[in-house]
């Protein structure tokens, strides 16, 4: 037999070793290159490392986008917690807590919200603008007394016209807004406490200069009047519908009591309107990513704020949360309930409705609460 061997790669027929790889096969494609041969793409040997920084030299740092943004985002959020911490040096204190008789701790929070007719933060000709009168000494009046009350169930702004009757430690029965003039925020915190039964968390007074400054620093507020106002006394004159009112409109719209027949009763209505606009605007993100409004909002609001010396940073962050969720679709809107328009509170309905919200049980007043006071028909 002839000891030649077939021409091409048939070693494994007769036992050799596998074939080359490297080998071209006559019945298919070529073979993949070898894998200890250099990648192709590389550099030359001396080139290899000329772009890497050499030993011991310092990195250059390139400053990029992404940090940019970084340090502004820091920035914005300093400007955020910066302007607070401003106002709050603005913010006038008062003792408001009576020493002794209060009710006992309860759960949930109620606020005294009082809008009262100081001047304070109006320039002379400001106050004659407005229609205010120049400041007449004293402790002046309270055209505004609402209980805000947060806690499990809805928050429930509550208003008290000026003008009820009830007992006044020390002095009597009479209307509840002497109670200021008589003996200033602590004793109308005790005449509230003692005609209520709800203790008073947190005292808070706002004067005429701060609600057109706030109204003003967030490019105005929705009322909605369902007739033509006209009052000399408060300055008023606005037509009938939904419009934008400004600040000075606002304060005017919420002081006008003339033109109703209900008077207080319907005026109580009104400031309750103004402030659920302020908070729906208060609220909106634009107040917080338009800087120069930021500032105007916090710098309105602290100019012309009094709040107790007990109220701290925190707990006036949740009162405004709190007014907000009042104002809101599911929270309660309701004037403390009357036997009349003569504003005597209905003897039964109105204490069945202070102990809800003693108990934070809010969630049960339901027909209780109407806007005006008196019973549903």
Same mark, same amino acid.
């Given at each position: 037999?002839? !000891?030649?061997?077939?021409?091409?790669?048939?070693?494994?027929?007769?036992?050799?070793?596998?074939?080359?790889?490297?080998?071209?096969?006559?019945?298919? #494609? #070529?073979?993949?290159?070898?894998?200890?041969?250099?990648? #192709?793409?590389?550099?030359?040997?001396?080139?290899?490392?000329? =772009?890497?920084?050499?030993?011991?030299?310092?990195?250059?740092?390139?400053?990029?986008?992404?940090?940019?943004?970084?340090?502004?985002?820091?920035?914005?959020?300093?400007?955020?917690?910066?302007?607070?911490?401003?106002?709050?040096?603005?913010?006038?204190?008062?003792?408001?807590?009576?020493?002794?008789?209060?009710?006992?701790?309860?759960?949930?929070?109620?606020?005294?919200?009082?809008?009262?007719?100081?001047?304070?933060? $109006?320039?002379?000709?400001?106050?004659?603008?407005?229609?205010?009168?120049?400041?007449? =000494? =004293?402790?002046?009046?309270?055209?505004?007394?609402?209980?805000?009350?947060?806690?499990?169930?809805?928050?429930? $702004?509550?208003?008290?016209?000026?003008?009820?009757?009830?007992?006044? #430690?020390?002095?009597?029965?009479?209307?509840?807004?002497?109670?200021?003039?008589?003996?200033? &925020?602590?004793?109308?915190?005790?005449?509230?406490?003692?005609?209520?039964?709800?203790?008073?968390?947190?005292?808070?007074?706002?004067?005429?200069?701060?609600?057109?400054?706030?109204?003003?620093?967030?490019?105005?507020?929705?009322?909605?009047?369902?007739?033509?106002?006209?009052?000399?006394?408060?300055?008023? !004159?606005?037509?009938?519908?939904?419009?934008? &009112?400004?600040?000075?409109?606002?304060?005017?719209?919420?002081?006008?009591?003339?033109?109703?027949?209900?008077?207080?009763?319907?005026?109580?209505?009104?400031?309750?309107?103004?402030?659920?606009?302020?908070?729906?605007?208060?609220?909106?993100?634009?107040?917080?990513?338009?800087?120069?409004?930021?500032?105007?909002?916090?710098?309105?609001?602290?100019?012309?704020?009094?709040?107790?010396?007990?109220?701290?940073?925190?707990?006036?962050?949740?009162?405004?949360?709190?007014?907000?969720?009042?104002?809101?679709?599911? =929270?309660?809107?309701?004037?403390?309930?009357?036997? !009349?328009?003569?504003?005597?509170?209905?003897?039964?309905?109105?204490?069945?409705?202070? !102990?809800?919200?003693?108990?934070?049980?809010?969630?049960?007043?339901?027909? $209780?609460?109407?806007?005006?006071? $008196?019973?549903?028909?």
């Amino acid at each position: 037999m002839s !000891d030649e061997r077939p021409q091409g790669n048939y070693g494994w027929l007769y036992g050799d070793d596998e074939p080359t790889r490297s080998a071209p096969r006559a019945d298919g #494609p #070529p073979p993949p290159p070898r894998s200890d041969l250099p990648p #192709p793409n590389l550099p030359p040997p001396g080139q290899r490392n000329a =772009g890497a920084t050499p030993p011991g030299k310092p990195r250059k740092k390139r400053f990029g986008a992404r940090r940019i943004v970084l340090l502004l985002v820091v920035a914005w959020i300093v400007f955020l917690v910066a302007v607070p911490i401003w106002a709050w040096g603005k913010i006038a204190k008062v003792d408001a807590s009576p020493a002794s008789g209060r009710p006992d701790d309860q759960p949930g929070t109620t606020y005294l919200l009082v809008g009262s007719d100081s001047r304070r933060g $109006l320039t002379k000709e400001e106050q004659k603008q407005l229609s205010t009168g120049g400041d007449s =000494g =004293g402790r002046g009046r309270t055209d505004t007394i609402m209980l805000l009350h947060t806690g499990s169930g809805p928050s429930i $702004l509550l208003s008290i016209p000026r003008d009820s009757l009830v007992d006044i #430690p020390g002095y009597g029965r009479g209307k509840i807004n002497a109670a200021y003039a008589y003996g200033g &925020a602590k004793l109308l915190v005790r005449t509230i406490e003692g005609n209520t039964g709800i203790k008073v968390d947190d005292y808070i007074e706002v004067g005429f200069g701060g609600l057109v400054k706030v109204v003003d620093s967030l490019g105005g507020v929705e009322i909605c009047p369902k007739e033509d106002l006209k009052d000399k006394d408060s300055g008023l !004159d606005v037509k009938k519908g939904c419009q934008t &009112a400004d600040g000075a409109t606002a304060l005017a719209y919420s002081r006008n009591r003339h033109s109703y027949a209900t008077q207080d009763i319907q005026r109580v209505q009104s400031q309750r309107e103004v402030l659920g606009s302020i908070a729906a605007e208060a609220k909106s993100p634009w107040t917080v990513l338009n800087p120069i409004r930021y500032v105007r909002v916090a710098k309105g609001a602290s100019g012309s704020l009094t709040i107790g010396d007990d109220v701290s940073p925190l707990a006036l962050g949740k009162f405004a949360l709190a007014l907000s969720a009042a104002m809101g679709g599911k =929270g309660l809107s309701c004037t403390v309930p009357l036997q !009349d328009f003569a504003v005597n509170w209905d003897a039964n309905r109105a204490p069945k409705m202070f !102990d809800y919200i003693k108990q934070d049980r809010t969630d049960r007043i339901g027909s $209780l609460c109407t806007k005006d006071g $008196l019973p549903k028909r």
